[in-house]
């Protein structure tokens, strides 16, 4: 079992940035890849960004590239997204999940939400215009 716990949502202007933080408890860290989502009101949930267990790697939506960055320490259980020159249409809830990997997964970064496990609660980012 992992409890995954998102915070550093909040509203912030068009233009500005702020660094959402997914800590992780119950499971060694590094067993699993971490992605981040996000939900908009009336929109299906989205994929924004991935990371391979020891942070080789990485993947990002289009809407985001250049603009958001996936990072995680693994020292500290924690899985970070640096979001710079948000949007309006950046607003939404986001959430952070974990990929549960084994062998024949080890170095996968998935951007379907159907590969991850465990998902945390989620956190509000809004962006005014």
């Known amino acids: 079992q992992v409890q995954l716990v998102e915070s550093g949502g909040g509203l912030v202007q068009a233009g500005g940035s702020l660094r959402l933080s997914c800590a992780a408890s119950?499971?060694?860290?590094?067993?699993?890849?971490m992605g981040w989502f996000r939900q908009a009101p009336g929109k299906e949930r989205e994929f924004v960004a991935a990371?391979?267990?020891?942070?080789?790697?990485?993947d990002a939506a289009d809407s985001v590239k250049g603009r958001f960055t996936i990072s995680r320490d693994n020292a500290k259980n924690t899985v970070y997204l640096q979001m710079n020159s948000l949007k309006p249409e950046d607003t939404a809830v986001y959430y952070c999940?974990?990929?549960?990997?084994?062998?024949?997964?080890?170095?996968?970064?998935?951007?379907?939400?159907?590969?991850?496990?465990?998902w945390g609660q989620g956190t509000q980012v809004t962006v005014s215009s």
């Open positions: 999940a974990a990929d549960l990997l084994n062998s024949a997964t080890l170095w996968r970064v998935s951007s379907a939400s159907s590969d991850y496990d465990y």
């Open positions: 990371i391979t267990w020891s942070g080789s790697n990485s």
């Open positions: 119950g499971r060694t860290f590094s067993s699993y890849a």
